[in-house]
């Protein structure tokens, strides 16, 4: 098991305070604090290796595209999946789903055809799917959740029909922290002839991802949120379904051969990779990648497990807590989303800020998810690895600061 202590040194960002308190930083799920190693490798880069990639002839340049080449290879052996050619880099989920919603939706959804995601979707595995329905005339369904929050695998099996063109889901939820039964709505789609497409952004910094072992077609997730830079994502995509899509975007770096009157695309990746690519990015995400593969994912899904089973009853002990989803820790994975009383969440948030506790409030991108709850917003506080228990009990003090404060006007 992994010196928590020693591991907890390398997120520099965890020693200052805020408002004079010690900084617990519970906003993970947002995005993840980022260790030394992965800064001092784009300031390395930036400082002797900056080049352009795969067009010089001059020894930088190889260089650059070495370690952009070789990052898709880390990335390819994090996710198991099948060739680094398979690894398309993007800027975050939000371009992976709105890339295969652009390109394989437009070229194989028709009228009539339907699209199934879930009720517990992100924006951004919801309205490119939405967009990509009212374009098309096609049919938006939505598989229902359990009381509990997970999704209702028996309503699932409704829902995807032979009408079904893709389903696309969540393999872990942002608000409420479940775990999707991927496999088992992955052989739904394909026994009705549809594709699947998985949000991985909350997954992939909690759980050990075998996008093979998992059967997706497509898997979408953000560096940011696994330890990486900003601006940097990642698509996976069966080889197969890549090579016949057409291209996402178009100019250099994609293409083969450019006439006056048409034009030849490029193999896959490249051919999804127009324009000078985020070389930093992948580089430093790929160092990520590396970190979290010396910490171990086991170990990484232990601790959050951990930590979720040390917080959870401690939330629910507090008079005026309401907690969304489960009651189980074990069904939160590193995410807990919950209210104090009457009280605005963001209001709670700002009181928290004062105590030091950084969490989010609000709908957190999952506005149809949130109103099913009976509610507008919530309070999330979402763990990483490198919290502590000592986090957890700030924010556990801090809420019934914030209650006692609040107190006449809690209902």
């Known amino acids: 098991m992994p010196n928590w202590e020693l591991v907890r040194q390398d997120f520099s960002e965890l020693r200052q305070t805020m408002n004079g308190e010690r900084l617990a930083y519970l906003d993970n799920a947002a995005t993840s604090l980022k260790p030394k190693s992965v800064i001092e490798r784009l300031l390395s880069f930036y400082q002797q290796e900056n080049a352009n990639v795969h067009r010089g002839t001059y020894q930088l340049s190889f260089k650059a595209t070495e370690e952009y080449e070789d990052a898709r290879k880390v990335i390819q052996h994090f996710i198991n999946a099948a060739a680094a050619r398979e690894i398309i880099f993007t800027r975050g989920t939000t371009e992976g789903i709105n890339l295969i919603a652009s390109t394989y939706g437009e070229q194989n959804i028709e009228p009539g055809d339907e699209i199934v995601i879930s009720l517990a979707e992100h924006h951004s595995n919801l309205i490119p799917w939405q967009q990509l329905a009212l374009r098309?005339?096609?049919?938006?369904?939505?598989?229902?959740?359990?009381?509990?929050?997970?999704?209702?695998?028996?309503?699932?099996?409704?829902?995807?029909?032979?009408?079904?063109?893709?389903?696309?889901?969540?393999?872990?939820?942002?608000?409420?922290?479940?775990?999707?039964?991927?496999?088992?709505?992955a052989e739904l789609a394909h026994q009705n002839g549809a594709i699947i497409v998985v949000d991985g952004a909350q997954a992939v910094c909690h759980?050990?991802?075998?996008?093979?072992?998992?059967?997706?077609?497509?898997?979408?997730?953000?560096?940011?949120?696994?330890?990486?830079?900003?601006?940097?994502?990642?698509?996976?995509?069966?080889?197969?379904?890549?090579?016949?899509m057409p291209p996402y975007q178009f100019g250099g770096e994609m293409i083969e051969d450019v006439q006056l009157d048409n034009s030849k695309w490029d193999q896959i990746p490249h051919k999804f990779e127009a324009?000078?690519?985020?070389?930093?990015?992948?580089?430093?995400?790929?160092?990520?990648?590396?970190?979290?593969?010396?910490?171990?994912?086991a170990q990484v899904k232990a601790r959050d497990a951990e930590l979720m089973a040390y917080l959870l009853p401690k939330l629910m002990a507090i008079p005026g807590v309401k907690i969304y989803g489960s009651q189980n820790p074990q069904q939160h994975v590193g995410v807990v989303s919950f209210?104090?009383?009457?009280?605005?969440?963001?209001?709670?948030?700002?009181?928290?800020?004062m105590e030091?506790?950084?969490?989010?409030?609000?709908?957190?991108?999952?506005?149809?998810?949130?109103?099913?709850?009976?509610?507008?917003?919530?309070?999330?506080?979402?763990?990483?690895?490198?919290?502590?228990?000592?986090?957890?009990?700030?924010?556990?003090?801090?809420?019934?600061?914030?209650?006692?404060?609040?107190?006449?006007?809690?209902?």
């Not at 999704?151 to 889901?169: M, R, Y």
């Not at 900003?230 to 080889?239: E, M, N, P, S």
């Not at 998810?369 to 690895?385: D, K, P, Q, Y």
């Open 136 to 185: 098309k005339k096609a049919t938006l369904k939505y598989i229902n959740l359990t009381s509990t929050g997970e999704i209702d695998l028996a309503d699932a099996k409704q829902k995807i029909t032979a009408k079904t063109k893709i389903v696309a889901v969540t393999h872990v939820g942002n608000v409420l922290g479940n775990v999707s039964p991927i496999r088992k709505l």
């Open 339 to 353: 209210n104090l009383g009457t009280l605005h969440p963001h209001d709670v948030a700002t009181a928290l800020d």
């Open 356 to 411: 030091g506790v950084a969490v989010r409030a609000g709908h957190h991108c999952a506005e149809p998810l949130v109103h099913s709850l009976g509610t507008n917003s919530t309070v999330r506080a979402s763990l990483a690895f490198y919290n502590y228990q000592a986090d957890c009990d700030q924010l556990i003090n801090a809420i019934k600061e914030t209650k006692e404060f609040f107190k006449g006007e809690l209902r």
């Open 275 to 297: 324009g000078t690519p985020n070389i930093a990015g992948a580089i430093g995400l790929a160092t990520a990648v590396k970190y979290l593969e010396q910490v171990g994912m």
């Open 207 to 244: 759980l050990p991802v075998d996008v093979q072992e998992l059967a997706a077609d497509f898997y979408a997730f953000s560096g940011h949120k696994m330890l990486g830079p900003t601006g940097i994502g990642v698509l996976y995509g069966k080889q197969k379904l890549l090579e016949q």
